[in-house]
């Protein structure tokens, strides 16, 4: 600590150089942590990370807190993130010796938006295809921006805690791991399905049959069809 009980000031080398170190120690009892690396000063390199950024700073009831979590995920502090059905667990260094546990729940999607996002789908099966190839295309970026429909929590649909005595609402640890969700979903934005508590698989399956009905009815045929898992794991390589 330094004078008057304030934290010592570390430069951002420093934050690294302990958060390498914690990590260190951290993967010998769990070689199965996530980590949040962050590269250089971006923190979300496409636009589907960048578009969660920008939405979380977007709310008013974020705008004050929200950006004290950049130098935390920037020191790559978050040192273990896992996103699951509805919930995000992480583990941040820190200015104690052991890391923070933080949770954030995620409320599912309603079943009225869900429909709304399937009908946005319907025959955008190329889109579909490089969504499930890890690509996010610009054709679906309406089901992330627009606010009434639009697949990204709003606050009030945001449950967090984390174990560190801040007594802050949203504290910075909270903070760098929300940021790390961006993070995150750069690599796999499929994972969006998952905070939502939804199936992205079953997303693809119904916008084929809508295709497949559409067609068929096109050449006066109809159909009952529903297109099994197993076809849409091999058509998609799922």
């Not at 009905?213 to 799922?238: A, H, P, Q, T």
């Amino acid at each position: 600590m330094g004078y008057y009980d304030y934290p010592k000031y570390e430069s951002a080398a420093e934050k690294k150089a302990k958060a390498i170190r914690a990590l260190e120690k951290l993967r010998k009892k769990n070689p199965d942590i996530e980590p949040v690396i962050i590269e250089g000063r971006t923190l979300a390199k496409s636009w589907w990370g960048k578009a969660w950024n920008t939405n979380l700073e977007s709310y008013a009831d974020y705008s004050n807190r929200i950006a004290r979590g950049k130098s935390y995920v920037r020191s790559n502090a978050v040192l273990d993130l896992k996103i699951s059905r509805g919930l995000v667990e992480a583990k941040v260094k820190g200015s104690r010796a052991n890391p923070y546990d933080v949770k954030i729940r995620i409320d599912a999607l309603d079943s009225k938006k869900w429909e709304k996002v399937i009908a946005l789908c319907n025959h955008r099966i190329d889109s579909l295809e490089q969504l499930v190839e890890g690509k996010f295309p610009k054709a679906l970026e309406v089901l992330f921006t627009e606010r009434e429909y639009g697949m990204f929590p709003s606050p009030r649909e945001i449950h967090f805690d984390c174990s560190c005595p801040d007594w802050a609402s949203m504290c910075k640890h909270v903070a760098a791991v929300l940021y790390g969700v961006g993070a995150r979903l750069d690599q796999n934005p499929m994972l969006f399905f998952d905070l939502r508590d939804l199936d992205g698989h079953e997303l693809v399956r119904k916008s084929m049959e809508q295709k497949l009905e559409s067609m068929l009815k096109n050449v006066g045929k109809k159909s009952d069809r529903e297109i099994d898992d197993e076809d849409i794991s091999d058509l998609f390589g799922l």
